[in-house]
């Protein structure tokens, strides 16, 4: 059962990484990351439709995993932090979804920030 879950999450990232990648060579950019902006919009997009779609349907778990987990995960994270996000405030956990949000964000950044300044 675990070894099934574990391949249906690596069919699907793969999957979504090619075609994320895909959208980085199609689509160009020079003032704007416009391929990661369209990837993270249409990867929320279609990760709130899997998840409305698992919680309706009883015995969606090998669709959620291999959709939502595998190629919405490997497609961009970002789906993976909006969804997150929703969670929370349908669950009116606004501290929560403050924290995380506003932390992912800033945290995000100056890691990023750090661990490029660190190698520079």
């Not at 690596?10 to 369209?38: C, D």
């Not at 698992?54 to 961009?76: H, N, S």
Request: proline letters at 1%; aromatic letters at 18%.
């Amino acid at each position: 059962m675990i070894l099934k879950n574990f391949i249906l999450v690596a069919l699907g990232g793969m999957i979504g990484s090619v075609v994320r990648y895909f959208f980085s060579v199609i689509i160009k950019h020079n003032t704007f990351p416009f391929a990661t902006f369209t990837v993270n919009i249409l990867g929320s997009f279609i990760i709130g439709i899997v998840m409305c779609m698992a919680v309706k349907e009883e015995g969606f778990g090998d669709w959620r995993l291999f959709l939502a987990t595998g190629i919405c995960g490997g497609f961009t994270t970002f789906s993976a932090f909006s969804w997150e996000c929703i969670a929370m405030l349908q669950q009116q956990r606004y501290i929560s979804f403050a924290l995380y949000s506003v932390g992912s964000l800033l945290l995000g950044f100056s890691a990023t920030f750090l661990g490029y300044w660190i190698i520079k």
